[in-house]
């Protein structure tokens, strides 16, 4: 089962592995065609009723695969307004044939005459609400006629996630859907899953398209979340890093929790962090139950680990962090290795290394990549999301499992993990944590490919390199519609 979401983030990461969207276009309307020819002989009448998107875009596809039928087709809409320029191709390419294809200018006079068969390809997964003018009557006259409707992709009018039907919707025979079934068409019946050629790979690597998923965020201060760094003592880069880095990923605040001792050096790094000192010089126990309570009462997204240390009442305070604290929070560096004994009520992502994988009872390997059951079988023992670290990056909860390929080897310099930290609690603000996790190492990777383009081609990139080119990473690959 696949949500129309999800689909989207596919059909991009397709897209971004080389398969270009056209291709699987053809795809789907030939699937489409195949089932036009299992409801009707060659001959028979075919009315294909197109929308403006790319759902429309298949239906003009499957009308080429359907020469030996009568066919007409029937776009709602003047051509020049087909919002993609694949299904405008396709309308062309119909035209320039010579096929009996329509511009149907007011859908409320569309006339379908009796045709043996209606191919629904208004609407598809690409819609928001009811289904508004011209689509709306049209969804009307295919329900008068005694034609087998197949439908493409969904019946236009039903909700590809919930199966909920608008007033009206479209009373499909046959729905032909692409790639997965969709949790909305579970209780139809007649429903044929066909496959168009998306690669594994789409849902297995984490790519451009996963961006999706965060690039449509925005909204007023305050919806973006606030992020709590507790991290500092015996090191002073790290919190800040994290901090910086959870701005640049689109938090609206970081607050950085370290010791007195290092309030100066670590608000020196940045104006644009605000930083909360505790008494003394590392985190100890007695601090804790403040900033839990800080923690929870802004409902605050928290880093816990950066440049801790690990002194016994450090490591400690940890412990008794994750096991009051109730959100959602990153664990990272010295504060992973409590996370075994501790029974939290927390979300947490943890972001360990090789080495600390080891530590937190993870199986030695030389790269996660190839071994994805190691950081499955850990995440599922831990019951927490694992974002194991090395030359290539894992994700796992337990039970959805992916691998992020992005970045540098250059990238092995210390700080890039804080960075990641940081990124990695923006996304879990608006996120689940196993997308905010897999989004975040793409999003560090990314940035981390654009340093080394840019300043540091060979070796000396630095971890604070990253952080500029960050929202360029999230926001600034938008691509053409393929
Ligand atoms: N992997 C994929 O995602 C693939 C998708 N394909 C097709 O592309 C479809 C999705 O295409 P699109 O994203 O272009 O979207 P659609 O073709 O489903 O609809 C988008 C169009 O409808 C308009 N619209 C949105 N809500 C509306 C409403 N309530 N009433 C009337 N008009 C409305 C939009 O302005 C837009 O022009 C899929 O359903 C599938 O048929 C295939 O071509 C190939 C692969
Ligand atoms: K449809």
């Avoid at 959100?327 to 992973?336: E, N, S, W």
Wanted: negative net charge; aromatic residues 4%.
């Amino acid at each position: 089962m696949i949500s129309a979401d999800e689909m989207a983030v596919v059909d991009e990461n397709a897209a971004a592995l080389g398969v270009p969207r056209k291709q699987l276009m053809e795809s789907s309307g030939n699937a489409v065609a195949r089932v036009v020819r299992e409801v009707a002989d060659p001959g028979a009448s075919v009315a294909i009723v197109a929308g403006r998107g790319n759902n429309g875009g298949d239906g003009l596809v499957a009308a080429r695969f359907l020469s030996d039928y009568d066919v007409t087709v029937h776009l709602l809409g003047r051509a020049e307004t087909v919002s993609t320029r694949i299904a405008r191709e396709n309308w062309d390419a119909l035209v320039e044939c010579d096929a009996d294809a329509r511009e149907v200018r007011d859908s409320r006079t569309l006339d379908l005459g009796d045709p043996d068969v209606v191919v629904d390809a208004m609407l598809g997964t690409g819609v928001t609400g009811d289904p508004r003018e011209p689509e709306r009557s049209a969804v009307e006259a295919v329900g008068e006629t005694n034609a087998t409707v197949v439908a493409v992709d969904v019946p236009t009018g039903v909700d590809a996630d919930t199966g909920d039907r608008a007033d009206p919707a479209v009373d499909a025979d046959r729905v032909v859907t692409f790639h997965d079934q969709k949790p909305g068409l579970s209780d139809l019946d007649g429903v044929t899953v066909a496959d168009i050629g998306i690669p594994a790979a789409a849902e297995r690597f984490v790519e451009r398209g996963d961006l999706l998923r965060v690039q449509s965020g925005g909204g007023k201060k305050g919806d973006n979340g606030r992020v709590f760094v507790v991290g500092g003592g015996p090191y002073t880069g790290a919190p800040a890093l994290a901090a910086q880095g959870a701005l640049r990923a689109g938090a609206d605040l970081s607050f950085v929790a370290v010791p007195e001792s290092v309030k100066t050096p670590v608000q020196g790094y940045a104006e644009d962090l605000i930083v909360q000192p505790y008494e003394g010089e590392r985190l100890e126990p007695d601090h804790v139950p403040d900033l839990v309570e800080t923690a929870h009462d802004h409902e605050d997204v928290v880093v816990i680990g950066p440049g801790l240390g690990s002194a016994d009442e450090t490591v400690e305070a940890a412990r008794q962090f994750l096991d009051t604290f109730e959100g959602r929070a990153v664990v990272d560096a010295d504060a992973l290795e409590v996370v075994p004994e501790v029974d939290t009520d927390a979300d947490l992502v943890l972001t360990p290394n090789s080495h600390e994988f080891v530590e937190l009872g993870g199986e030695e390997v030389d790269d996660f990549r190839g071994n994805e059951e190691a950081v499955e079988s850990l995440a599922d023992e831990l019951g927490h999301v694992v974002l194991a670290k090395a030359k290539t990056d894992v994700v796992s909860d337990g039970d959805r499992t992916r691998v992020c390929r992005a970045g540098t080897p250059g990238m092995t310099v210390g700080g890039t993990g804080d960075t990641l930290a940081g990124i990695t609690a923006a996304m879990l603000a608006s996120l689940d944590p196993f997308e905010a996790a897999c989004v975040a190492t793409f999003v560090n990777g990314s940035a981390g490919e654009l340093v080394a383009e840019e300043t540091a081609p060979g070796a000396g990139l630095l971890a604070s390199d990253l952080l500029d080119v960050v929202p360029r990473a999230i926001w600034g690959s938008d691509e053409d519609e393929g």
